[in-house]
Structure formats: structure tokens, C-alpha cells
Nanobody, 127 residues
Framework: QLQLVESGGGLVQPGGSLRLSCAAS????????IGWFRQAPGKEREGVSC????????YYADSVKGRFTISSDNAKNTVYLQMNSLKPEDTAVYYC????????????????????WGQGTQVTVSS
């Protein structure tokens, strides 16, 4: 059973940094992407970033480009989201999710591509 567990959320002041972790287990495929999504109160969930299992390539939403960095530690089966220069509008529940692909990994932030989701971790950016 594929499982995802997020951690690392919390309260941070504007301009500060946080690093989120997504620990994954139960993979049976070599072709997958792991994405980070977020949902702010009263708003739809949006894609933030994703990373490919095949070559480590990454993709970012425009709203976080240059501030957030996604990375993976395959030995630990963990994906990280380093968030710098945080803004109040980054406040949201952050989720990691996995998309399984047949042979070619597609970097996409379409929610319907992701079949497995973690429980989420709260990030609050406030002074």
C-alpha cells in the first residue's frame, strides 16, 4: 500500500523559510512523479511543484518559481520542498501526492494525474 506522510509545516514570519518533507513508502513502480499541492482557506487546491523519478527533473508554478525548491533523497524515499522568502499568501495546507506513469514520466501539476495523497501539513506565514 502506497503511503505518503508530510511533515515540517508550522508558523513562520514573512520572509522566512520552511522545509517540508514527504516520506513515501509502498512504491512498486519506477515511473512516477511526486508533486506538492496547497489549499488556502476558501480557495481551490493548486499545484506548487513536482519532481520526476526518472531523471530528477522539476517543474514549478509561476507563483513559487525562484522561491521554492523541490528535491528528493531516493535513499530515504523522501521528497523535500524548501520554501524561502515566504509570503502571507503562501499560507495553506500543503499536500504531497504521487502520480504513477506507465513508462514515461510526465511532469504535470494536474490534480487528476495524482492518485495517492498525504494528509497535509499546515503552513502559516504571519507576523
Amino acid at each position: 500500500q502506497l503511503q505518503l506522510v508530510e511533515s515540517g509545516g508550522g508558523l513562520v514570519q514573512p520572509g522566512g523559510s520552511l522545509r517540508l518533507s514527504c516520506a513515501a513508502s509502498g512504491f512498486t513502480s519506477d515511473y512516477y512523479s511526486i508533486g506538492w499541492f496547497r489549499q488556502a482557506p476558501g480557495k481551490e487546491r493548486e499545484g506548487v511543484s513536482c519532481i520526476s523519478s526518472s531523471d530528477g527533473s522539476t517543474y514549478y508554478a509561476d507563483s513559487v518559481k525562484g522561491r521554492f525548491t523541490i528535491s528528493s533523497d531516493n535513499a530515504k524515499n523522501t521528497v523535500y520542498l524548501q520554501m524561502n522568502s515566504l509570503k502571507p499568501e503562501d499560507t495553506a495546507v500543503y499536500y504531497c501526492a504521487v502520480a504513477i506513469w506507465s513508462r514515461v514520466v510526465v511532469l504535470s501539476l494536474r490534480e487528476d494525474a495524482y492518485g495517492y495523497w498525504g494528509q497535509g501539513t499546515q503552513v502559516t506565514v504571519s507576523s
